[in-house]
């Protein structure tokens, strides 16, 4: 069971307040803070602070005027029907909303949650597990192009990203030094599912004789519908339950890695709202460095006690402080097996006896996941490369049925 109180002495992040906005908690106060303060103040019922247009800018602008509007109301109506229209493949701007600081004060790399707000009449899409988006920005006379993890935002029509700031990030670093009532472009939502290497059909003859590099470009399509499965919508869910709930979710996250674990533990929180009685467990190892590496824990902390003890999470660092009580070191095949079995027994296998060898258990213990067919049991990884590979090659080695029931996001 998670030790709160343990963890609690480590951190040192304001209190999650989940019924407001809050303002930004940028530690350092700059000339820049002072007048986000006050800006964000005075205009807050308002996008943006209007201003004077100069006599150029008036004069460009009314050369640019294509059409007249003659009867406001009806127009108005259709372009609010058109705008509500969503096309994940067209830049939408969106609006800083809020900043925070979600990692400790002493943290190398500082991890900042940024909330965005729709503009004008446009809709915010529906964000599902495994959603991510792109944001584009011209920094320094480049274009970059980044891809984040969406947060549905309890707020109307907002939505957050989790980043953390790299020394030698352009992206991360221009993000965080913007303030309140800046725009973003953004578009989106796509699909993860996209990004999961396709299958090579079983049933494929000669099969191992082929490979799309050794075909022109016009035999490509043919051979990729012919050879290879697409990928199924929406990977992260449970096709197979009315809700797309899993009964059984493990997730085991580096980092950053963390955010499509948020919203697969959001997305079956809001079905437990509905339903109360729904059965299911959600496991969470979240691998950090050192305890300044791991953030957001008031959320957290917050979100376990809303599940109504449906969600564990297990803490694990790789450098810990002397008196850490949690889980230590890499993540490797012993402490897979303890955390698997330690939280959950498949049906028709007793608890490990007194006299039996753990490597005989675990062996019956895989065997009877393989066969439990009263649950629908995922595992779902995300992190940096290097962990993930590590991961997936000791759920290999200690035979977890890793083509049937394990998804890796790297």
């Known amino acids: 069971m998670i030790q709160y109180n343990t963890l609690k002495k480590y951190d040192d992040t304001s209190s999650f307040d989940d019924s407001k906005q809050k303002k930004a908690v940028l530690k350092r106060r700059s ?26 800018a008036t004069t460009k602008l009314a050369s640019m ?10 127009d108005l109506h259709k372009i609010q029907q058109v705008e509500s229209e969503h096309n994940p493949h067209v830049f939408k701007r969106y609006i800083l909303v809020n900043k925070e600081i979600v990692s400790r004060s002493d943290a190398r790399r500082p991890v900042i949650k940024l909330t965005f707000q729709v503009i004008n009449y446009e809709q915010l899409p529906e ?3 495994g959603d991510y988006i792109e944001i584009l920005c011209h920094i320094k006379g480049q274009v970059l192009l980044r891809s984040y993890t969406p947060l549905q935002s309890d707020k109307e029509k907002c939505f957050s990203i989790i980043i953390r700031v790299y020394e030698e990030g352009l992206m991360s670093r221009h993000l965080m030094k913007q303030l309140v009532g800046f725009e973003i472009k ?27 590099s050794n075909l022109n470009p016009s035999h490509l399509s043919r051979y990729l519908s012919r050879y290879y499965e697409p990928s199924p919508r929406h990977i992260l869910l449970n096709s197979l339950s009315n809700d797309k709930c899993w009964d ?21 929180l809001n079905y437990l709202n509905q ?57 490797n095949e012993d402490i897979l097996c303890k955390w698997l079995s330690n939280n959950y027994i498949p049906d028709g296998l007793d608890q ?59």
Not at 287 to 297: C, G, H, Q, V
Not at 353 to 359: A, I, K, R, V
């Open 275 to 331: 339903s109360p009685n729904r059965n299911f467990k959600l496991f969470l190892l979240f691998a950090n460095e050192t305890i300044s590496d791991i953030f957001y824990f008031k959320y957290l902390e917050h979100l376990v006690a809303a599940s109504n003890g449906k969600l564990k999470i297990t803490y694990i660092l790789t450098r810990p402080p002397s008196n850490w009580e949690e889980l230590s070191g890499h993540i």
């Open 127 to 129: 964000f599902l597990p």
């Open 65 to 74: 005027v294509i059409a007249k509007v003659n009867e406001y109301s009806d």
């Open 31 to 56: 000339i820049a803070n002072v007048f986000d303060v006050i800006n964000s103040s005075s205009f807050k019922n308002s996008r943006v602070a209007t201003h004077h247009h100069s006599t150029f």
């Open 186 to 212: 953004v578009r989106g939502p796509f699909d993860i599912s996209n990004q999961i290497s396709p299958v090579l059909s079983p049933s494929s003859p000669n099969s191992s004789n082929l490979s799309p």
């Open 248 to 268: 059984v979710l493990f997730m085991i996250a580096g980092g950053t890695g963390i955010t499509p674990m948020l919203q697969l533990i959001k997305y079956h």
């Open 352 to 410: 490990v006896t007194e006299n039996e060898n753990s490597t005989y258990y675990m062996k019956r213990y895989m065997q009877a996941l393989i066969q439990d067919s009263k649950h629908t049991i995922k595992l779902i990884t995300c992190g940096p490369p290097l962990m993930i590979d590590s991961i997936e090659e000791s759920l290999n080695n200690i035979g977890f049925p890793i083509n049937d029931k394990a998804i890796f996001i790297r």
